[in-house]
């Protein structure tokens, strides 16, 4: 029997940024304003949260390097284990980010425009750190394409399970799938393509995009194989206007929602 | 600064720290006096109280009939906002809980919030104020040397109560002031917050980007066209029942596992650092003892249970020395600022332009308007 004092799994917050803003998206796009980092945070920490995801999803798009001076704040302030992605693109930046105290960086439109990059980064900082964010969109006829550069750029690969088998093989700590159909719009995880990855992967999945509701994780986990949950609006938003709030489940809920998804 | 001797009022606590205190033959202070006969005949308890109330919430649902909601609460997480909000389901009324984010909010704030919308099943609105903008206009505040440093916050948030009774017609808002508890505020120990004029000047002076986004509202929107043509009212129902703060507290721990958060307004982290710290430090007020002093005018607290209140620092050391450096970390300037910020010498809003002589006419107007329009009806 789980103790209700501890999540069963890790449920993971994901904080967007643009421009040093706080931003929360919908299907990667239309960014909305939704507060002060430094004070999200600092309420996240409070709220004792298993690990909290920044991504700086305006980075790469600019061609810019992580900021470091607001990583420092962040991580002065965060005493959860951190995971940091945007404008990482070399093994030194990674190497400096983890000295900064930065538990785990994700990696998305470098790995993907070149994939030595994760088996660099994991000899660099160990492959428990390197974390692979691998972007989601339905294709026309159904099926999953890859997309690096906040979504805008297809990636080539045979196939999606191909793309995963291979950044496992190069060091990839966790692979971090998200979903951009179902960004920002409550309507729950793509519990299909969750699937498909979590077959593959020899290593943790993470679920992010779409997340609905307590039980969405739950299923997440004990049906479609994720190892860990991770949400943004879910975490940001309350109610029909969408009311900024932020928020978290307690371990009661969460280990809730996973027996219950768990009964067969 | 003329020194005048130590005198505490022999009625409630307040003492010679408001410089403007003035003491009758028994010692009893001017405020005591104000709300013996402003205020207290205000404050309708009981049954009295009760219909009183009744009568207004029937006008608010009937103005409010075909709309989505009638009236519009504003929501802190602090112990009356979060009372009103249960008072209002209980009263059958319709709200939109709005809140304002200033980027103050402390982890107890939100909770407390999502614990009473949720119990409630309230519909909910977040204002999220443009935090580069809100830091910049703190700052230049602070920078001043004013003793209201709190302006930018209190501003801002009846700007977008308003501003979104406008946007979705919404005539009533209910309010959780009350006459009970937070009657008595020495007027030396700040200036009000609804002068913009006085906001703008002191953000040209000290303020470094313009405010583009910041929700803020005229004299004229103030006095005239919220209430008289936008109709807007204020229903500040707590002072129709016999509202005790500490039992409301006991209530909402009980039915909502709300929690307690210490001092008044200490659900914002600045208001917590600014009315702990910052004035006891650099002015010598300490607004525990206005609000102590409230209730013991309203009965709910004794003169001794209040001064032995007094008696404990307005602050514990190692507290305010972390809230200092949150504070200054949040604002974007290094500690030794903030410290020579709150060493600086004192200002008053005086030496900054206002409208002071404006609003005190301007209030005369409206009060006289208020007084001709109902006795038309």
Same mark, same amino acid.
């Given at each position: 029997m789980p103790s209700d004092s501890f999540n069963p799994f890790r449920v993971i917050p994901v904080l967007l940024l643009?421009?040093?803003?706080?931003?929360?998206?919908?299907?990667?796009?239309?960014?909305?304003?939704?507060?002060?980092?430094?004070?999200?945070?600092?309420?996240?920490?409070?709220?004792?949260?298993?690990?909290?995801?920044?991504l700086d999803i305006g980075a790469s798009k600019r061609g810019l390097s992580p900021n470091f001076d607001l990583i420092k704040d962040v991580t002065n302030e965060c005493f959860m284990p951190l995971a940091y992605g945007g404008g990482i693109s070399d093994a030194n930046q990674v190497r400096k980010l983890v000295e900064m105290g930065v538990e785990k960086v994700i990696i998305n439109s470098a790995a993907m425009a070149r994939p030595a990059l994760v088996s660099e980064a994991a000899k660099e900082v160990g492959s428990q750190s390197v974390v692979v964010s691998i972007d989601i969109?339905?294709?026309?006829?159904?099926?999953?394409?890859?997309? =690096? #550069?906040?979504?805008?750029?297809?990636?080539? &690969? $045979?196939?999606?399970?191909? +793309?995963? /088998?291979?950044?496992?093989?190069? %060091?990839?700590?966790?692979?971090?799938l998200n979903n951009i159909d179902r960004d920002g719009t409550l309507l729950g995880?793509?519990?299909?393509?969750?699937?498909?990855?979590?077959?593959?992967? =020899? #290593?943790?999945?993470?679920?992010?995009?779409? &997340? $609905?509701?307590?039980?969405? +994780?739950? /299923?997440?986990?004990?049906?479609? %194989?994720?190892?860990?949950?991770?949400?943004?609006?879910?975490?940001?938003?309350?109610?029909?206007?969408?009311?900024?709030?932020?928020?978290?489940?307690?371990?009661?809920?969460?280990?809730?929602?996973?027996?219950?998804?768990?009964?067969? | 600064m003329k020194t005048r001797p130590y005198q505490i009022c022999t009625h409630c606590v307040m003492d010679t720290s408001d410089p403007e205190i003035v003491f009758d033959s028994a010692g009893v202070c001017n405020h005591c006096h104000d709300f013996e006969h402003h205020q207290k005949p205000q404050l309708i308890g009981g049954s009295a109280g009760a219909v009183a109330l009744d009568a207004i919430v029937t006008q608010i649902k009937e103005q409010g009939k075909g709309q989505e909601y009638d009236c519009i609460i504003g929501i802190s997480g602090g112990v009356d906002s979060s009372y009103v909000a249960y008072r209002v389901l209980e009263l059958g009324l319709r709200p939109l809980a709005v809140h304002v984010d200033t980027g103050w909010n402390s982890e107890l704030a939100v909770s407390n919030i999502e614990k009473i919308v949720s119990a409630l099943g309230i519909d909910l609105h977040t204002t999220v104020i443009d935090w580069e903008e809100m830091r910049d206009l703190q700052l230049a505040f602070l920078r001043s040397g004013v003793a209201n440093c709190d302006v930018p916050q209190d501003h801002t948030f009846v700007a977008v109560l308003f501003k979104l009774a406008a946007r979705k017609s919404i005539r009533w808002i209910i309010s959780g002031h009350n006459l009970q508890?937070?009657?008595?505020?020495?007027?030396?120990?700040?200036?009000?917050?609804?002068?913009?004029?006085?906001?703008?000047?002191?953000?040209?002076?000290?303020?470094?980007?313009?405010?583009?986004?910041?929700?803020?509202?005229?004299?004229?929107?103030?006095?005239?066209?919220?209430?008289?043509?936008?109709?807007?009212?204020?229903?500040?129902?707590?002072?129709?029942?016999?509202?005790?703060?500490?039992?409301?507290?006991?209530?909402?721990?009980?039915?909502?596992?709300?929690?307690?958060?210490?001092?008044?307004?200490?659900?914002?982290?600045?208001?917590?650092?600014?009315q702990s710290y910052y004035l006891p430090k650099k002015f010598g007020f300490d607004k525990r003892r206005a609000h102590l002093a409230s209730l013991v005018v309203s009965g709910q607290l004794s003169r001794e249970a209040a001064l032995s209140e007094l008696e404990l620092p307005p602050y514990n050391e190692a507290e305010a020395a972390e809230d200092c450096s949150f504070v200054a970390k949040k604002l974007g300037i290094n500690k030794s600022e903030l410290e020579s910020i709150i060493a600086a010498s004192p200002k008053t809003y005086r030496d900054y332009p206002s409208n002071a002589d404006l609003i005190d006419r301007l209030l005369r107007v409206k009060a006289k308007l208020a007084r001709l329009l109902r006795s038309d009806k």
């Open positions: 643009e421009e040093g803003r706080l931003v929360k998206t919908i299907r990667f796009s239309k960014p909305s304003y939704v507060g002060d980092l430094i004070n999200s945070v600092r309420i996240f920490n409070e709220k004792e949260v298993d690990e909290l995801a920044i969109k339905k294709t026309l006829f159904g099926g999953y394409q890859a997309r =690096s #550069v906040s979504g805008t750029k297809k990636v080539a &690969a $045979a196939s999606l399970q191909a +793309l995963v /088998k291979d950044f496992v093989e190069a %060091g990839a700590g966790e692979i971090l995880y793509d519990h299909a393509l969750l699937k498909q990855v979590c077959t593959v992967a =020899s #290593v943790p999945v993470i679920s992010c995009g779409g &997340a $609905a509701d307590v039980a969405d +994780l739950g /299923k997440a986990v004990a049906q479609s %194989g994720a190892s860990a949950c991770a949400a943004g609006a879910l975490f940001t938003f309350r109610g029909p206007h969408r009311a900024v709030l932020l928020s978290y489940p307690k371990p009661a809920e969460v280990n809730e929602a996973l027996r219950t998804s768990s009964i067969p | 508890t937070e009657s008595i505020l020495p007027e030396a120990w700040g200036y009000t917050s609804i002068d913009r004029k006085h906001l703008r000047s002191i953000h040209n002076l000290y303020g470094s980007r313009p405010l583009r986004t910041f929700p803020t509202y005229s004299l004229f929107d103030y006095t005239f066209y919220w209430p008289f043509v936008k109709r807007n009212k204020i229903l500040k129902m707590l002072n129709f029942e016999d509202y005790n703060k500490q039992s409301a507290k006991q209530f909402l721990i009980e039915r909502f596992g709300w929690r307690d958060y210490g001092g008044k307004h200490y659900e914002s982290r600045f208001t917590k650092f600014f």
